[in-house]
């Protein structure tokens, strides 16, 4: 049973081409992981899963409901009610400290700083990130900036988490440490997890993986799904 | 490399004396490392004992008769089962998929299929490496990090030939 879903997808930006019939499907509580070479699109179909572009056919499907008919705002809302993101750089909002950052998800819905930022506290001890809590982004190291974007991500309790090259400016260890936790935290959450990665190194943290290559998906041999 | 395998496939392109079969070895599989002529003729008589290959003509040469070898039934499916299933992952397995790469574009056969069962035979054993890492034995994790590493760099190959097959195609298919 698929709990979010691309079912042919197609996308052009401009006269280039994107996505030329991309679907894939996954499962409540699954991690996924896309691969692909630089260009395949497959942070395009990213992109379409999490309700951020548009396809020009094709459907996508969140819990049993079309996002791609749903207007702008909806999908905004849908993207703040139940979605989170971890992207490779430049997430955090300079001016704000950790803290604030890391509740910027729950101040944007309408939770009070009073109740908000013992929340974001708790993220941050749970991801090693404790005394940190009143710098600001520029005081921090690529590790500790990715787990605070990690921390920020799941803060709200999204039921997906859509992660682009989490990992892609970080050095191995560090990679790893935040795989680690985001995984784990994924798993202990229940949290379905949609991953872009060229790496293999960070795909083998997924519970399988598709490939995305001119623009299509497909599933490796051994665990083929619809595309 | 599995050399009676590598000339089945290449008795499965077309039907070929043992001469031309060593020099097409040679080309694409020797690197600079040619296989004797005596290697050739006994491999050729052990497939054509085990059924695999036929001599489809004999003629008579300045030395021994020349015979042209054609493969059966038999020897073009133990081919194709070569073909299509994953090679073990471990290190240093790039001639046997080099081998399988360039079998395939010259038979006309999905390549890039083969590779992506071969991609998702090496994340299996990476999973399985990483799940080694998980637990708290410092030395076992720094065994699996070797093993990842060097699966990686296989993988990192596989991307890059799957990214020239149609470059690679013309090369071999001339």
Redesign the interface.
């Known amino acids: 049973m698929s709990f979010i879903e691309a079912r042919n997808i197609v996308l052009s930006f401009g006269a280039t081409p994107a996505l030329r019939g991309a679907s894939v499907s996954v499962a409540r509580g699954e991690i996924l992981a896309i691969m692909g070479?630089s260009g395949s699109g497959k942070s395009t179909l990213l992109h379409c899963l999490a309700g951020i572009l548009v396809p020009d056919s094709g459907e996508i499907l969140f819990d049993g409901k079309r996002v791609d008919k749903l207007s702008e705002t909806q999908r905004s809302t849908l993207r703040r009610d139940h979605f989170g993101f971890v992207f490779q750089f430049g997430q955090l909002v300079p001016e704000l400290t950790v803290e604030e950052n890391v509740a910027l998800p729950l101040l944007l819905s309408g939770t009070r700083r009073k109740q908000a930022l013992p929340e974001a506290g708790v993220w941050l001890e749970r991801l090693g990130l404790e005394g940190l809590e009143k710098r600001r982004s520029g005081e921090l190291s690529g590790g500790q900036a990715q787990r605070v974007a990690l921390a920020r991500a799941l803060v709200a309790g999204p039921e997906v988490l859509f992660a682009d090259e989490p990992t892609g400016a970080l050095d191995t260890l560090t990679g790893e440490q935040v795989m680690?936790l985001l995984v784990a935290s994924a798993r202990e959450q229940g949290t379905t997890v949609i991953l872009v990665t060229h790496e293999?190194?960070v795909?083998?943290?997924a519970d399988r993986?598709v490939?995305v290559?001119d623009g299509r998906a497909?599933a490796?041999?051994?665990?083929r799904i619809g595309s | 490399m599995s050399v009676p395998l590598t000339l089945l496939g290449l008795l499965e392109r077309q039907s070929s004396h043992g001469y031309d079969l060593k020099r097409d070895y040679d080309t694409f599989f020797g690197r600079g490392k040619p296989l004797p002529f005596g290697q050739v003729y006994a491999t050729l008589s052990r497939l054509a004992r085990d059924g695999k290959v036929e001599i489809s003509e004999v003629r008579p040469g300045d030395g021994p008769d020349r015979k042209r070898y054609v493969i059966t039934d038999i020897g073009a499916t133990e081919v194709h089962t070569w073909l299509i299933e994953p090679v073990e992952p471990e290190p240093h397995l790039q001639t046997v998929l080099f081998a399988k790469v360039v079998l395939a574009l010259m038979l006309d056969l999905p390549a890039e299929?083969y590779l992506?069962?071969q991609?998702?035979?090496?994340?299996?054993r990476?999973?399985k490496l990483?799940e080694i890492k998980?637990g708290d034995n410092l030395v076992d994790a720094l065994l699996a990090d070797f093993g990842?590493f060097h699966?990686?760099a296989d993988?990192r190959w596989i991307?890059l030939t799957?990214?020239r097959l149609d470059a690679l195609t013309k090369a071999v298919r001339p």
């Open positions: 070479p680690d293999p190194r795909a083998i943290y993986e490939t290559r497909s490796h041999a051994s665990d | 299929e992506d069962t991609r998702s035979a090496h994340l299996r990476m999973r990483n998980s990842l699966l990686e993988l991307d799957v990214a």
